[in-house]
């Protein structure tokens, strides 16, 4: 079965290249349209009703939170994803109230977007199944609660967590139906996923496996397992009151039975991390036990793969107050640092760094990235005031450097090598202060390389400096472009080959650097006045 996806999108570029760059039917899609605004895209939603969108946050006439929102409230069933920029990205997070599947940002990366959809795919035929058994067993014949109690109960779950909102007491009301009593018992969500710290060993387990596997473990304990937005939800409940030795317990147990299992099943080396929320006996608490769950989950992007992690532990350090000025004074030490000539300074004020930023407790992995860009931004500023030619990444070029990591630690050793390389500049130059040397070992370079590849932004990266800021001292030094004395370099020598070798021109063309036989003859006549064949004649 194909699922359908609506894109949305004012940009018509974005709207093709979406659909008809990535490989939909091969990851089990099929694009049932696009639309170039809200208004567009509701049309259509109604009359297709797609089982994903993809939409841009700014658009006219309906922008995609309004989109979101409307989505939500009409077809709560439809998973949406916002596309916003990198700028647009705390604005797009307004639509969290919405339920958004995932945040995508520009410009888009389309492995990232193939993996994401893939795993939406596991989702949607999980929830499928569940649906499709409910058929079988009677639901369709107007009476819902004729079907099979564990799997009615698994779906009065699955909206509950998902925030699929009904009248007050309706949860209650479809549990006791099938003799699910909810009175007198305490819940707490568990919440976990799974990797293969190996990465490149192992047979790969499926979305559906790890279901049924985990599933099969909680029903000997009578609890849901639900799996929603690529993470496994476990529903626990009992009559006497939960404590947390209870939570490790059962945390330990499962997390060991997968693992074990896996690890023998599929020759890798697999582990299970889980977050625990708060007990609650309300069953309406259950959705904020499910969130805090997912926040204590996703906080292994700090403590790291394979940990339980209570979601009290986190909320306690949430509340302690971070002064922002605290990081603002190290990201000063660290400029100091960078400028200074004593290297050991660097690595421990990176380290100080951030220590400050993982104090902040961002578990929204977009912002923290977006929050250190921003301090890369600030450091990149205050150098360039002194040092002028450096190369430095811009905003986008550093957020894509460092989103792409997993872990905490992983982020921020790249962020310690992006510095590292500024501070390798400014100790290059430094060096190689003096103007005149410095032109003399580019001209050397061009001497001795007029056969290779040699452009601005090539001889920019070789001597790690600004291409603007070379050609301009190249300028102020020679009197001549670089361009220019590449090019006369370049002539010089086919001059010699043309007088006094026998190579063919073609081959003369490729020795100076021209692979284009045709254009190394253009440019030689321009030049001389005369072409390649003509000057050899003339010359002999």
């Given at each position: 079965?194909?699922?359908?996806?609506?894109?949305?999108?004012?940009?018509?570029?974005?709207?093709?290249?979406?659909?008809?760059?990535?490989?939909?039917?091969?990851?089990?899609?099929?694009?049932?349209?696009?639309?170039?605004?809200?208004?567009?895209?509701?049309?259509?939603?109604?009359?297709?009703?797609?089982?994903?969108?993809?939409?841009?946050?700014?658009?006219?006439?309906?922008?995609?939170?309004?989109?979101?929102?409307?989505?939500?409230?009409?077809?709560?069933?439809?998973?949406?994803?916002?596309?916003?920029?990198?700028?647009?990205?705390?604005?797009?997070q307004k639509a969290i109230e919405y339920?958004?599947?995932?945040?995508?940002?520009?410009?888009?990366?389309?492995?990232?977007?193939?993996?994401?959809?893939?795993?939406?795919?596991?989702?949607?035929?999980?929830?499928?199944?569940?649906?499709?058994?409910?058929?079988?067993?009677?639901?369709?014949?107007?009476?819902?609660?004729?079907?099979?109690?564990?799997?009615?109960?698994?779906?009065?779950?699955?909206?509950?967590?998902?925030?699929?909102?009904?009248?007050?007491?309706?949860?209650?009301?479809?549990?006791?139906?099938?003799?699910?009593?909810?009175?007198?018992?305490?819940?707490?969500?568990?919440?976990?996923?799974?990797?293969?710290?190996?990465?490149?060993?192992?047979?790969?387990?499926?979305?559906?496996?790890?279901?049924?596997?985990?599933?099969?473990?909680?029903?000997?304990?009578?609890?849901?397992?639900?799996?929603?937005?690529?993470?496994?939800?476990?529903?626990?409940?009992?009559?006497?009151?939960?404590?947390?030795?209870?939570?490790?317990?059962?945390?330990?147990?499962?997390?060991?039975?997968?693992?074990?299992?896996?690890?023998?099943?599929?020759?890798?080396?697999?582990?299970?991390?889980?977050?625990?929320?708060?007990?609650?006996?309300?069953?309406?608490?259950?959705?904020?036990?499910?969130?805090?769950?997912?926040?204590?989950?996703?906080?292994?992007?700090?403590?790291?793969?394979?940990?339980?992690?209570?979601?009290?532990?986190?909320?306690?350090?949430?509340?302690?107050?971070?002064?922002?000025?605290?990081?603002?004074?190290?990201?000063?030490?660290?400029?100091?640092?960078?400028?200074?000539?004593?290297?050991?300074?660097?690595?421990?004020?990176?380290?100080?760094?951030?220590?400050?930023?993982?104090?902040?407790?961002?578990?929204?992995?977009?912002?923290?990235?977006?929050?250190?860009?921003?301090?890369?931004?600030?450091?990149?500023?205050?150098?360039?005031?002194?040092?002028?030619?450096?190369?430095?990444?811009?905003?986008?070029?550093?957020?894509?450097?460092?989103?792409?990591?997993?872990?905490?630690?992983?982020?921020?050793?790249?962020?310690?090598?992006?510095?590292?390389?500024l501070k390798k500049q400014i100790k290059?130059?430094?060096?190689?202060?003096?103007?005149?040397?410095?032109?003399?070992?580019?001209?050397?370079?061009?001497?001795?390389?007029?056969?290779?590849?040699?452009?601005?932004?090539?001889?920019?990266?070789?001597?790690?400096?600004?291409?603007?800021?070379?050609?301009?001292?190249?300028?102020?030094?020679?009197?001549?472009?670089?361009?220019?004395?590449?090019?006369?370099?370049?002539?010089?020598?086919?001059?010699?080959?043309?007088?006094?070798?026998?190579?063919?021109?073609?081959?003369?063309?490729?020795?100076?650097?021209?692979?284009?036989?045709?254009?190394?003859?253009?440019?030689?006549?321009?030049?001389?006045?005369?072409?390649?064949?003509?000057?050899?004649?003339?010359?002999?």
């Open positions: 079965m194909a699922y359908k996806v609506l894109i949305v999108d004012d940009e018509y570029l974005i709207r093709q290249g979406l659909s008809e760059g990535i490989p939909w039917s091969e990851i089990g899609f099929e694009v049932s349209g696009t639309a170039a605004n809200g208004r567009e895209a509701l049309a259509h939603i109604r009359e297709t009703v797609p089982n994903v969108i993809i939409t841009d946050v700014k658009m006219p006439v309906i922008d995609g939170i309004e989109l979101s929102r409307i989505v939500k409230q009409e077809y709560p069933d439809i998973k949406t994803i916002i596309l916003s920029g990198y700028g647009e990205f705390e604005y797009a339920n958004v599947c995932s945040y995508i940002l520009k410009p888009l990366n389309e492995e990232d977007l193939i993996k994401l959809f893939k795993n939406i795919y596991n989702e949607l035929e999980i929830q499928s199944k569940i649906k499709s058994k409910m058929k079988e067993s009677g639901s369709a014949s107007g009476n819902f609660f004729n079907g099979r109690r564990d799997e009615i109960i698994d779906y009065v779950f699955m909206k509950l967590i998902s925030r699929d909102f009904e009248e007050e007491g309706q949860y209650e009301k479809d549990l006791m139906s099938v003799g699910f009593n909810t009175r007198n018992k305490y819940f707490y969500i568990a919440a976990f996923n799974c990797s293969n710290i190996s990465k490149n060993n192992g047979k790969k387990i499926s979305s559906e496996e790890l279901f049924q596997l985990s599933s099969k473990y909680c029903k000997q304990l009578g609890y849901q397992v639900l799996y929603l937005n690529r993470v496994f939800y476990v529903v626990a409940h009992c009559e006497n009151k939960i404590l947390r030795r209870d939570q490790e317990y059962f945390a330990m147990g499962i997390k060991n039975h997968i693992e074990n299992t896996l690890n023998s099943e599929y020759n890798g080396n697999y582990v299970i991390s889980i977050g625990i929320g708060r007990v609650c006996k309300e069953l309406l608490n259950l959705r904020d036990s499910a969130n805090e769950a997912g926040i204590a989950l996703n906080y292994k992007y700090y403590s790291g793969e394979g940990n339980i992690i209570f979601y009290d532990e986190i909320r306690l350090n949430q509340n302690v107050s971070i002064n922002k000025s605290q990081i603002e004074a190290v990201t000063k030490e660290l400029i100091a640092g960078i400028l200074n000539d004593n290297d050991g300074l660097l690595v421990p004020l990176l380290k100080k760094l951030f220590l400050h930023i993982s104090s902040l407790n961002l578990l929204d992995i977009n912002k923290l990235c977006i929050k250190c860009t921003q301090i890369y931004l600030s450091i990149v500023e205050e150098i360039k005031k002194e040092y002028i030619f450096i190369t430095a990444l811009t905003e986008e070029e550093f957020f894509n450097r460092i989103a792409k990591y997993e872990t905490f630690k992983d982020m921020t050793e790249e962020f310690k090598w992006v510095v590292l390389d290059y130059y430094n060096q190689t202060s003096d103007r005149h040397q410095f032109i003399l070992k580019i001209k050397k370079h061009i001497n001795e390389n007029y056969h290779n590849n040699l452009t601005l932004d090539k001889l920019s990266r070789d001597f790690f400096i600004n291409p603007s800021y070379l050609s301009k001292i190249f300028k102020d030094e020679t009197g001549e472009n670089l361009s220019d004395y590449i090019l006369g370099v370049r002539m010089k020598n086919a001059e010699r080959l043309l007088k006094t070798s026998n190579a063919k021109i073609q081959e003369v063309s490729k020795q100076v650097g021209y692979e284009d036989y045709r254009y190394f003859c253009t440019v030689f006549k321009k030049v001389m006045g005369v072409t390649p064949l003509q000057y050899r004649i003339k010359s002999t």
